[in-house]
């Protein structure tokens, strides 16, 4: 079975692309270091778009207009300007209705915007310009801790790491949320309060890692001016303990934020990277990989869900568990030493 593949790695070799949806300009150079919220590319796109159905203002048939247009596509117009014009027995000419661009002409209509509009394009990480993408973007190199989540806000930071006291088993209590300034990212357990996130807000922290969250509070979460990334998902779920471990080792350094949103078909994640040079032995995994034994896994649902085991044998003829279903299994060894069967359908491999 193809299952997805979640970093939790306490040294990798990171690398990020950074791409523009359509073409546009650079404005940073091979070599130089960027924060996340530095814009790195730019782009015009168009503002309001106006149809005009020119066939019909020249009383022909739509495979007539092309002979008529005197403009192209992509010329700029100002308003009065001639479009297309007709010569036969009634002459008649088409003049632009107002400033703009020709983006596009089908069956007899045009297509022109008025106006643009600037996109940005930030860095969303602390790290190198290694590559230029021309008129697109960027690949960013950087080395150090990587652990991706589940869901995030849509939004990027950096900021210094600080560990909330009881933050592995505990649901996070606004007691427990003292001497924050705005430099910080915190990161703790559950979230199931919502006086917790706004006692964030009021102090106007960096950025939040969570376990997990409760489901009435995702709005909430989605509304906060700082990044919020859950590493596990919904519910009441403490941080797994490998997570706890890599953020506990590095409190107090500075990390990056990207909580962008969730995307399986390309395997971008909401993630945080910690920066250093701890070289350890990395294997990159790519975003998807086939469950093969020996695979280090998180089991996702269940008595042991977001303890992290390694797979001892996959078992692919369908087996019944307790929910009623019959699915592929997996038997998996978890730290305590304890064997477990899971469907394989509930593991994602931990890199």
Same mark, same amino acid.
């Given at each position: 079975?193809?299952?997805?593949?979640?970093?939790?790695?306490?040294f990798?070799?990171?690398?990020?692309?950074?791409?523009?949806?359509?073409?546009?300009?650079?404005?940073?150079?091979?070599?130089?270091?960027?924060?996340?919220?530095?814009?790195?590319?730019?782009?015009?796109?168009?503002?309001?778009?106006?149809? @005009?159905? =020119? %066939?019909?203002?020249?009383?022909?048939?739509? /495979?007539?207009?092309?002979? +008529? *247009?005197?403009? $192209?596509?992509?010329?700029?117009?100002?308003?009065?300007?001639?479009?297309?014009?007709h010569?036969?027995?009634?002459?008649?000419?088409?003049?632009?209705?107002?400033?703009?661009?020709?983006?596009?002409?089908?069956?007899?209509?045009?297509?022109?915007?008025?106006?643009?509009?600037?996109?940005?394009?930030?860095?969303?990480?602390?790290?190198?310009?290694?590559?230029?993408?021309?008129?697109?973007?960027?690949?960013?190199?950087?080395?150090?801790?990587?652990i991706?989540?589940?869901?995030?806000?849509?939004?990027?930071?950096?900021?210094?790491?600080?560990?909330?006291?009881?933050?592995?088993?505990?649901?996070?209590?606004?007691?427990?949320?003292?001497?924050?300034?705005?430099? @910080?990212? =915190? %990161?703790?357990?559950?979230?199931?309060?919502? /006086?917790?996130?706004?006692? +964030? *807000?009021?102090? $106007?922290?960096s950025?939040?890692?969570?376990?997990?969250?409760?489901?009435?509070l995702?709005?909430?979460?989605?509304?906060?001016?700082?990044?919020?990334?859950?590493?596990?998902?919904?519910?009441?779920?403490?941080?797994?303990?490998?997570?706890?471990?890599?953020?506990?080792?590095?409190?107090?350094?500075?990390?990056?934020?990207?909580?962008?949103?969730?995307?399986?078909?390309?395997?971008?994640?909401?993630?945080?990277?910690?920066?250093?040079d701890?070289e350890?032995?990395?294997?990159?995994?790519?975003?998807?990989?086939?469950?093969?034994?020996?695979?280090?896994?998180?089991?996702?649902?269940?008595?042991?869900?977001?303890?992290?085991?390694?797979?001892?044998?996959?078992?692919?003829?369908?087996?019944?568990?307790?929910?009623g279903?019959?699915?592929?299994?997996?038997?998996?060894?978890?730290?305590?030493?304890?064997?477990?069967?899971?469907?394989?359908?509930?593991?994602?491999?931990?890199?």
């Amino acid at each position: 079975m193809i299952v997805d593949v979640v970093r939790a790695t306490s040294f990798s070799e990171i690398e990020r692309v950074r791409k523009l949806p359509i073409p546009g300009q650079v404005l940073v150079e091979m070599g130089m270091e960027v924060n996340p919220q530095d814009v790195i590319a730019e782009a015009q796109v168009p503002g309001k778009l106006i149809m @005009l159905d =020119i %066939a019909k203002s020249l009383g022909i048939s739509p /495979d007539e207009m092309t002979s +008529c *247009l005197i403009r $192209e596509v992509g010329d700029v117009l100002e308003e009065g300007d001639i479009i297309a014009q007709h010569e036969k027995a009634l002459p008649r000419i088409f003049r632009a209705p107002i400033n703009g661009k020709i983006i596009n002409y089908y069956q007899g209509q045009m297509v022109i915007s008025t106006g643009t509009i600037k996109t940005e394009l930030t860095a969303n990480l602390i790290g190198t310009v290694k590559e230029i993408i021309p008129e697109y973007g960027v690949v960013l190199s950087l080395r150090g801790s990587v652990i991706q989540g589940f869901w995030g806000n849509g939004l990027a930071g950096s900021g210094i790491l600080k560990m909330l006291d009881a933050s592995r088993e505990k649901p996070i209590s606004t007691s427990v949320l003292k001497d924050l300034s705005a430099d @910080l990212i =915190i %990161a703790g357990g559950a979230c199931v309060d919502g /006086d917790v996130l706004d006692a +964030c *807000l009021e102090c $106007e922290i960096s950025g939040l890692i969570l376990g997990s969250l409760s489901q009435e509070l995702i709005q909430k979460a989605a509304g906060l001016p700082f990044p919020v990334i859950l590493l596990h998902g919904f519910g009441e779920d403490a941080l797994a303990q490998d997570v706890f471990e890599i953020l506990q080792s590095h409190s107090g350094e500075k990390i990056s934020l990207n909580a962008c949103k969730l995307d399986h078909a390309n395997g971008e994640r909401p993630e945080l990277v910690i920066h250093h040079d701890e070289e350890k032995d990395a294997k990159e995994l790519g975003f998807r990989k086939k469950l093969e034994p020996g695979d280090r896994v998180r089991l996702m649902s269940g008595k042991a869900k977001n303890q992290v085991g390694k797979v001892v044998e996959l078992i692919e003829e369908d087996q019944f568990f307790e929910n009623g279903t019959f699915l592929p299994a997996a038997l998996i060894k978890l730290p305590s030493l304890e064997k477990v069967k899971v469907p394989q359908s509930n593991l994602v491999i931990v890199g």
